[in-house]
């Protein structure tokens, strides 16, 4: 067992250990590790424009960054969140544009 804290262990610590633990164990360690099924690459893209759509544009700033480390390009990312913009609302979709523009620029 590595002692380096996962994301959400530093974000959450011990405030909510079953959370953590849910997030840890069964969303990434489990739901993400399905690559038979979908690619991390193609579960990025799905998780960016489903945040955008639902307005959770804070989560982006970790799954932007996921989704590079995963395969997708700036302009991919770009173009899912423009995409989305007709579906979700042009509002989330400029924050979640702002939000990139900010993160691409580091």
Do not use: C
Not at 16 to 43: C, H, I
Request: overall charge negative; hydrophobic content about 45%.
């Amino acid at each position: 067992m590595s002692d380096e804290q996962t994301p959400m262990q530093k974000m959450m610590g011990d405030f909510a250990p079953t959370f953590v633990e849910l997030t840890d164990e069964v969303l990434f360690g489990r739901v993400w590790a399905r690559t038979d099924e979908l690619s991390p690459r193609d579960r990025s893209l799905v998780t960016i424009t489903s945040l955008v759509s639902t307005g959770s544009i804070e989560q982006l700033g970790a799954h932007i960054p996921m989704g590079l480390a995963n395969g997708l390009t700036e302009d991919e990312i770009k173009e899912a969140i423009t995409h989305v913009a007709f579906y979700a609302g042009w509002p989330r979709a400029v924050s979640a544009l702002t939000l990139a523009q900010q993160l691409f620029a580091k």
